[in-house]
């Protein structure tokens, strides 16, 4: 299916089933929480009292991120006193283990993933329970009526939402002012092309005295995101053929290997080498924040480094991160970090409520400001009508300059959404698809024959998938 806004017309499939654990679980995806989705935000109609719900949410983040996630499950626990959520930490493999729990009948009650191909593979499996069958009409309404429309198209499968991002990737430039002005570039006249960003760069890039580079002025190589820009796809409209050699995709992986080979891909390797090590997360090593990079194309999230680790003095600013030349349409591609409720959870109408909360639809919008705020402008929120919250505005878009103009304008202005593969082989299609983006910019392959490989094997698993598991 066409990973786009535009309309979906997706066929109804009967999945593999699994067996075990599953029994007894449609009555309990009837039940409703107690905080109609519906009711004023700071407001909550209360129940009789209680003890407290406790459930499992099981997340990937590890180290700081997970210091986050439990900081904000935390903040959700002390505003209300119904549901007490327990952050259990699944380093890896998560699809494997949540498929193996719910085989075994002991699934959490929730689960964050990290984006949406991983909730559209379980699905498939009829391993997730539909979100929108859990909660009232009236409930369900109030969600999608919140959400971007693109964002709750995001977590349809199937006709079905089982999928619910609380907050979506979106991208910008964070440019360090300092080697612009030694460069004699503009600081305060971004790009407005692709191409235009690409001569920025050059002029940017400092090179050595063995004519190796010293300072990077740019680059960027994530397939996905390179491919929304372009208007790529990945996948017919109708879910059945992979076209991962579509002519927009052929252009999007044009422009990075014309690049890389004009500098020499293994002068590029070598420097990306000697950054071993360094990256967002690792303080003030940050090749950006120390010097490294002249720019750096990449999320909201690192508004979150550059208030841990920005030395002191660091002048930078942030430009829209733009499309090709003579592309009208305004292409980007997003995929969340998202809930989802397994089949045989224990308490879906506990989940369902804190669902309701960390995507910002019902309860105190103050609850859904904190994610932004522990985790500060780390992605954008899932309703332009955050940007109204009075929080919101304070604490999270008067801390982070560009992050409304930049970063929240690519999210919700787009006129063309690039969603991850609705198929059930979402995951190992773009890791096939990665893997071959790599040897085109490595010199190795041509691009019209790499995409063709990858269409032909991709189409190959997604048929064997369908022909094994129909019925």
Same mark, same amino acid.
């Given at each position: 299916? $066409?990973?786009?806004?535009?309309?979906?017309?997706?066929?109804?499939?009967?999945?593999?089933?699994?067996?075990?654990?599953?029994?007894?679980?449609?009555?309990?995806?009837?039940?409703?929480?107690?905080?109609? &989705?519906?009711?004023?935000?700071?407001?909550?109609?209360?129940?009789?009292?209680?003890?407290?719900?406790?459930? *499992?949410?099981?997340?990937?983040?590890?180290?700081?991120?997970?210091?986050?996630?439990?900081?904000?499950? #935390?903040?959700?626990?002390?505003?209300?006193?119904?549901?007490?959520?327990?952050?259990?930490?699944?380093?890896?493999?998560?699809?494997?283990?949540?498929?193996?729990?719910? =085989?075994?009948? *002991?699934?959490?009650?929730?689960?964050?993933?990290?984006?949406?191909?991983?909730?559209?593979?379980? =699905?498939?499996? #009829? =391993?997730?329970?539909?979100?929108?069958?859990? @909660?009232?009409?009236?409930?369900? =309404?109030?969600?999608?009526?919140?959400?971007?429309?693109?964002?709750?198209?995001?977590?349809? +499968?199937?006709?079905?939402?089982?999928y619910a991002s609380m907050w979506n990737q979106c991208l910008g430039v964070f440019?360090?002012? *300092?080697?612009?002005?030694?460069?004699?570039?503009?600081?305060?006249?971004?790009?407005?092309?692709?191409?235009?960003?690409?001569?920025?760069?050059?002029?940017?890039?400092?090179?050595?005295?063995?004519?190796?580079?010293?300072?990077?002025?740019?680059? !960027?190589?994530?397939?996905?995101?390179?491919?929304?820009?372009?208007?790529?796809? !990945?996948?017919?409209?109708?879910?059945?053929?992979?076209?991962?050699?579509?002519?927009?995709?052929?252009?999007?992986?044009?422009?990075?290997?014309?690049?890389? $080979?004009?500098?020499?891909?293994?002068?590029?390797? *070598?420097? +990306?080498?000697?950054?071993?090590?360094?990256?967002?997360?690792?303080? @003030?090593?940050?090749?950006?924040?120390?010097?490294?990079? &002249?720019?750096?194309?990449?999320?909201?999230?690192?508004?979150?480094?550059?208030?841990?680790?920005?030395?002191?003095?660091?002048?930078?600013?942030?430009?829209?991160?733009?499309?090709?030349?003579?592309?009208?349409?305004? @292409?980007?591609?997003? +995929?969340?970090?998202?809930?989802?409720?397994?089949?045989?959870?224990?308490?879906?109408?506990?989940?369902?409520e804190i669902i309701s909360t960390m995507t910002g639809a019902t309860g105190n919008?103050?609850?859904?400001?904190?994610? !932004?705020?522990?985790?500060?402008?780390?992605?954008?929120?899932?309703?332009?009508?955050?940007?109204?919250?009075?929080? !919101?505005?304070?604490?999270?878009?008067?801390?982070?300059?560009?992050?409304?103009?930049?970063?929240?304008?690519?999210?919700?202005?787009?006129?063309? +959404?690039?969603?991850?593969?609705?198929?059930?082989?979402?995951?190992?299609?773009?890791?096939?698809?990665?893997?071959?983006?790599? /040897?085109?910019?490595? @010199? $190795?392959?041509?691009?019209?024959?790499?995409? #063709?490989?990858?269409?032909?094997?991709? $189409? /190959?698993?997604?048929?064997?998938?369908?022909?094994?598991?129909?019925?």
């Amino acid at each position: 299916m $066409q990973e786009e806004l535009r309309k979906k017309a997706i066929s109804r499939r009967t999945f593999l089933r699994l067996s075990a654990g599953v029994a007894g679980v449609a009555a309990l995806a009837g039940c409703a929480p107690v905080v109609p &989705a519906s009711s004023p935000q700071g407001e909550e109609v209360s129940a009789p009292a209680a003890q407290a719900v406790e459930i *499992d949410v099981w997340t990937g983040w590890t180290e700081d991120a997970a210091t986050n996630i439990e900081k904000i499950l #935390d903040g959700y626990n002390q505003s209300q006193d119904r549901v007490v959520a327990r952050h259990v930490v699944v380093p890896e493999a998560m699809t494997q283990r949540l498929l193996a729990a719910i =085989a075994a009948g *002991d699934p959490p009650a929730g689960a964050i993933v990290f984006g949406a191909s991983v909730a559209y593979q379980l =699905a498939a499996q #009829d =391993a997730v329970l539909a979100l929108d069958e859990i @909660g009232n009409p009236d409930q369900v =309404a109030s969600l999608k009526d919140w959400m971007e429309p693109a964002l709750w198209e995001l977590g349809v +499968y199937d006709g079905r939402f089982v999928y619910a991002s609380m907050w979506n990737q979106c991208l910008g430039v964070f440019v360090n002012v *300092d080697i612009a002005e030694q460069q004699g570039v503009d600081p305060e006249s971004p790009p407005a092309t692709l191409e235009e960003l690409e001569a920025v760069w050059d002029q940017l890039t400092i090179w050595d005295n063995n004519d190796n580079i010293d300072v990077l002025g740019g680059d !960027f190589t994530w397939t996905a995101m390179i491919m929304g820009r372009f208007l790529g796809q !990945f996948v017919s409209e109708d879910g059945t053929t992979i076209t991962a050699n579509h002519p927009n995709n052929v252009r999007a992986l044009d422009w990075i290997a014309s690049r890389w $080979q004009r500098i020499g891909p293994q002068k590029l390797q *070598d420097f +990306y080498a000697s950054l071993q090590g360094r990256g967002e997360r690792s303080a @003030g090593q940050d090749p950006f924040l120390s010097g490294l990079r &002249a720019t750096t194309v990449t999320g909201p999230w690192q508004y979150n480094t550059m208030r841990n680790f920005m030395p002191e003095g660091f002048r930078y600013t942030v430009w829209p991160f733009p499309g090709p030349a003579g592309q009208t349409e305004k @292409g980007m591609h997003t +995929y969340g970090d998202g809930w989802i409720i397994p089949r045989g959870a224990p308490e879906p109408s506990a989940t369902w409520e804190i669902i309701s909360t960390m995507t910002g639809a019902t309860g105190n919008r103050d609850v859904y400001t904190s994610l !932004f705020t522990t985790w500060l402008c780390v992605n954008g929120p899932v309703s332009q009508e955050m940007t109204e919250w009075p929080t !919101f505005q304070t604490e999270v878009m008067d801390e982070c300059p560009g992050y409304e103009e930049i970063f929240l304008s690519d999210l919700y202005d787009s006129d063309y +959404y690039l969603y991850p593969p609705k198929i059930p082989t979402s995951n190992s299609y773009q890791s096939l698809m990665n893997a071959e983006w790599e /040897k085109v910019r490595l @010199g $190795q392959k041509g691009t019209q024959e790499a995409l #063709d490989f990858v269409t032909a094997e991709a $189409q /190959k698993e997604l048929d064997t998938w369908n022909e094994q598991n129909r019925g």
